[in-house]
């Protein structure tokens, strides 16, 4: 069915039971970023593919809202589909609810689906609905009733993910989060963010394309912890290792029922950011006033990587280093042969290479690989349909990343073809530039990401240019490649940098129609110093891959820079030496031996 | 009466009444940062001569809350007064509210004088008091009864500052204000902060030491504008021209019982941050839930400055910088000459040379004139029993500023006195280096403050040196030097920067028991440019006078510091030729003319 099709009939529901208009959320029961097939009802009905965005649907009007990173990819994607674009994170947005609320008329009944949709956000709605008496109503899964060959929920097998790589056992986690939980004078919480359970029970799944999480919902009392998942998921080994750390498993859908079983004479604790508005419900009706909500305390937990995890980044970004190298050396060789390369080869051609490597599980997301004027979308993706192929000019933009049972990575590298436009060059040296200054951070305990945020734009501010996306995000270990809470941006978010946090540095350049620059590495946030004046953090890279440094315009960059290039493409040469052929060792050194900074002669 | 006097004597008073705690919040009727004597009660209560903090006192504790600003000072004044220090802006800090709510015990009484507390401090303490069912007090201007020979309220007269200086009448500032306020469905606003009223009605007068606002209430209907004050401070003239304009004068003190005559058939609007408790009682009572409390518009408004104030802003920089010239050239000669010159004698000097200059009014604060290590308290005050002698050694800091029709100044220069110590000139150049790197920067519309502060901050932060106070206030037209809603500094605080706001540069170091650095410029935001990326803004320097270059570490700069340096300086000379005698200006050219940057020779 076409977006069209779906919308008319989506219309005619609206009309039969008075609804004024609906809103398709686009995410899934468990607040997810990236989605089941099942729960990507955004896209069925609109075709639009990004990762961000709502639909939402009136009698009269049809709009898609989504921010910066998706405006180019959604134009394109929205035509002949009747659906507009409205924009966000720019000056003066208007964001759906507030729209809904200024456009719809006195009681007007906006139809959510509630199961995707988390707490906040339709409690954001009824406050903005008040002054109009405007109301939300809740239609659990509604869009189920008009999705033919829906995907059911996926069966892959559940897997663990030992001591040996998450540094911290299953108990030892739920004996903490109990702790944390009793202090809060709760007797039990609920979690619903998939991340967030995989990390606790230290199991992965391959439940979501890219994001090895596993469906479920964990309830945690002082006595027991109950998983609510595909049950047949998991083998009997499996079951009774969770069994003998005291987790329970139970199927899926019986969660809803089981609410009411929760003992209810000491308070739960729930996330609202996270927890979808249906199963809140259920949880009000049981516990009433009984409910703390509140930031659940596995997110930030979570986001501080221990040693073991650590070194396990660090072996990945090796990894990593290694395709990469392969796939670069490769790609300049193919190209001087002439050989036609189109971005999807290319992509393929570089996951080629990572399966070769030890422990690899997954790309931790769909490479963005882009040539040329494609690369001036953000979050570009190739399609068999419609996909470049590689000249030997201008630039090539390949942001990717893997999971490996060690780690995940994420790293985007931009390369020259061939011959490079002035602007090309200058603004490939002020994106790295940005991203070499926030490298070479050095901070007090208490900055936060919104802080630093400025000294990876300031570089291209300086010529009255900037990217429409935030600067980094965190990463989770072996599970999503966006995680909280933490991140890099403009946007005012009050949590600090604290040692242990991972987060990606990858400021850009687009320019319309013409070229896409990113420039990304890894960061470790790590324990500097103490003195009078603070405790004192820092950066460390993680990432391992060469930067290529053909297109700088060496008299834009200080000697600080210079240096900065210099000493990480040695490092990167050194790190990777043992695992190449001798081949790709003497092609590397060609890449990393450069020297940017010559000082000057002593007199 | 010593502090440990009144103190007793207010524990007698709290065992009477059978309070738990009392609070003397430190600020007054009008929640001013700089107060008139007569409600320095804080000062009165501790000694404690700071222009922020809060003192408690419990049956066994006496405390007083301030930040990092005060630290080293508050230590010193606190001596043999039995008042402990509870240091803000520290991680982990505990504010006064929240220590009193831990502290004492199930339904504890907590008196405060609710003339001298917002309404929002109020409402805070009464939130955080809802487990324990404590409860706050308000007994307004409880003090009186401790304090012989408290001053009374100052008489000085008031007069107007003309169009030609504000550059917007007073009848047009009233229809803005009526037009917001019908706006918002309001049918009257209070207004109660002293800047804001002497801003909307052209007035000033000087009843804060280096503050020249009018002490009064303004309450404005559609039909009516009323201003509660001390009358006979209006001469004849000035009230026949405040009448013209629809302006009413009324008794400073029966506002409280005017409250009820006003209409209450539609909202009033107040601002809860600034707008006394006690006040605010009266207001609730009669209006009930009729009362909008939100931001002042008035504190916006009055911190974009139009055409005419930057032009007098311009001027009044320009006197600055001849009173400046004037004043270093003749330390320097002095110093040379071997006479003892006290840091009082010094900015008495630089005063009498401002006293020179056309439309002086008064300092703008009281000058901070440290030499040594007392620069190494950022407030530092010398007085006549404690103040060093100059020696022609080490560093010493002047931040100053004045008040002139035109427009007003805040500056600090901080200039050696002959050798420096390897720390000295580091820090010197790394401040230095802070205040350029802020200067120059380039950003898009929407950033704010503490997006921008770690510019300041990063020269320092690298060598894990900081500074305990912001990078930047506004300041007001003939105001307060302090002004808000903008500033610069690490705290999120989401108020972008806009063209037309002037905002000060101050970076500084200090380092205990040896010296203190502080450079201070006045920036203005301007809009720059529109492009496809955004639209931008940038700084342009009002201060006009020359940054000593002597000290500064050649090697640390970078091509674009050095040229900052030298066109301002250059711009300095050239700006202040005019109005200086042959020697200044032969003077003024040996201190801008070097040279810093010299571009490498072509070969």
Known sequence: MSPKEVIAQLRQMMQAKGFDAIVISG????????????????????????????????????????????????????????????????????????????????????????????????????????????????????????????????????????????????????????????????????????????????????????????????????????LYTTVAKFDDELSATLLADGVELMPYDVVVEEVEKWPCSTPIFIDGNILNYALYEEVIRHFGPAVIDE??????????????????????????????????????KAMERGERITEIDASDKLISFRKEMDGYLDESFSPISAYGKNAALPHYSATAAQCSVLEPRGLYLLDSGAHYLDGSTDITRTIPLGPLTDDEAADYTCVLQGMIALSLASFPLGTCGSNLDVL???????????????????????????EGPQDLRQNLYNQPLLPGMITSCEPGMYCEGHYGIRHENMLLCYSDEVNEYGDWLAFMTLTCTYIDTTPLLEEMLTDEEKVFIDCYNTGVYETLLPYLSDDEATWLKTKTIDCLYEPEEEL
């Open 295 to 332: 930031v659940s305390p596995v997110k930030l937990e979570k986001s501080i990587k221990n040693e073991v995890e650590i070194a396990g980044f660090r072996r990945a970004y090796v990894k990593d280093g290694v395709a990469q190298t392969r796939f670069f050396y490769w790609l300049e």
């Open 27 to 226: 995410t899934d029961p468990h607040s997810s970023e990236y989605l089941p097939q099942r729960w990507q009802a955004r896209r069925f009905v609109s075709g639009f593919t990004g990762s961000y965005g709502t639909v939402v649907i009136t009698a009269s009007h049809a709009g898609l809202w989504t921010d910066t990173r998706y405006f180019i990819q959604a134009v394109e994607q929205l035509r002949e589909t009747g659906i507009e674009l409205h924009k966000l994170r720019v000056i003066d947005a208007v964001d759906y609810p507030e729209w809904l609320a200024d456009t719809l008329g006195e009681g007007a009944k906006v139809c959510v689906d509630g199961l995707c949709m988390p707490v906040s956000t339709v409690r954001h709605m009824q406050e903005l609905f008040v002054p109009k008496q405007q109301v939300v109503v809740n239609v659990p899964d509604f869009i189920d009733a008009f999705w033919p060959q829906r995907p059911t929920l996926p069966d892959a097998p559940v897997f663990e993910l030992g001591v040996e790589y998450t540094g911290r056992s299953r108990a030892d986690k739920l004996t903490w989060l109990r702790g944390v939980v009793a202090e809060k004078g709760c007797g039990s919480i609920l979690l619903s963010s998939l991340d967030e359970i995989a990390w606790l029970l230290n199991i992965r799944s391959c439940d979501v394309a890219h994001t090895p999480v596993v469906i479920a919902y964990l309830w945690v009392s002082a006595q027991r912890a109950v």
């Open 456 to 482: 990876a734009r300031m570089p291209l501010w300086k010529y009255c240019r900037n990217y429409g996306h935030g600067t980094g995000h965190g990463v989770g270990h072996v599970l999503c490649v966006h």
